[in-house]
T-cell receptor, first 114, second 110 residues
Framework: DTAVSQTPKYLVTQMGNDKSIKCEQN?????MYWYKQDSKKFLKIMFS???????INETVPNRFSPKSPDKAHLNLHINSLELGDSAVYFC?????????????FGPGTRLTVT | GENVEQHPSTLSVQEGDSAVIKCTYS??????FPWYKQELGKGPQLIID?????GEKKDQRIAVTLNKTAKHFSLHITETQPEDSAVYFC?????????FGDGTTLTVKP
């Protein structure tokens, strides 16, 4: 009965590879997010989707491409991975248009680029 | 865009003492201010939040205060316990977009 789930939990890959992280929420929320948390624990928003539409796109390299096949899923694809992409990536969801802004976070995906 | 500053970056207290973490924000349009607790190896979890039409909110040992005029808000934890040790994040939100502070690592010493 996990609310927000992410796969994989750990991802180790080499520079130049392409990888994807998947996220699913079973809360019926209308909005989903991707955050990046670096080694200093700083949490920065990357993207937000509402009902499959991109509504927030922060200054993120275009090697990062989010995809939302339906409002319960938001995947993150990363092309040509670089060392600086190593971080923990969190997916989150909320019911923004229902007036509740509380965000529920997934357990995170620790990406290590070697 | 919104800018959120959080202080202190680290805080160490004795069990039973109180802990206070402060945040300031820049965008007066922000109307929702959540606080998240992140334990090691887990995602952030909401512990308390406050909306811009409220000045104070309390939930057992934790409370949050908001001063809209000064654009600052604070988290207060009373009677701290070792299990309160974690990283705490404040955030300022507008229309569902949250800008997070840089986090405070709280250590409660038994």
């Amino acid at each position: 009965d996990t609310a927000v789930s992410q796969t994989p939990k750990y991802l180790v890959t080499q520079m130049g590879n392409d990888k994807s992280i998947k996220c699913e929420q079973n809360l019926g929320h209308d909005t989903m997010y991707w955050y990046k948390q670096d080694s200093k624990k700083f949490l920065k928003i990357m993207f937000s989707y509402n009902n499959k539409e991109l509504i927030i796109n922060e200054t993120v390299p275009n090697r990062f491409s989010p995809k939302s096949p339906d409002k319960a899923h938001l995947n993150l694809h990363i092309n040509s991975l670089e060392l600086g992409d190593s971080a923990v990536y969190f997916c989150a969801s909320s019911h923004v248009y229902g007036g509740s802004y509380e965000q529920y976070f997934g357990p995170g995906t620790r990406l290590t680029v070697t | 865009g919104e800018n959120v500053e959080q202080h202190p970056s680290t805080l160490s207290v004795q069990e039973g003492d109180s802990a206070v973490i402060k945040c300031t924000y820049s965008d007066s349009a922000s109307n929702y201010f959540p606080w998240y607790k992140q334990e090691l190896g887990k995602g952030p979890q909401l512990i308390i939040d406050i909306r811009s039409n409220v000045g104070e909110k309390k939930d057992q040992r934790i409370a949050v205060t908001l001063n809209k005029t000064a654009k600052h808000f604070s988290l207060h934890i009373t009677e701290t316990q070792p299990e309160d040790s974690a990283v705490y994040f404040c955030a300022a939100s507008i229309r569902g977009k949250s800008t997070f502070g840089d986090g405070t690592t709280l250590t409660v010493k038994p």
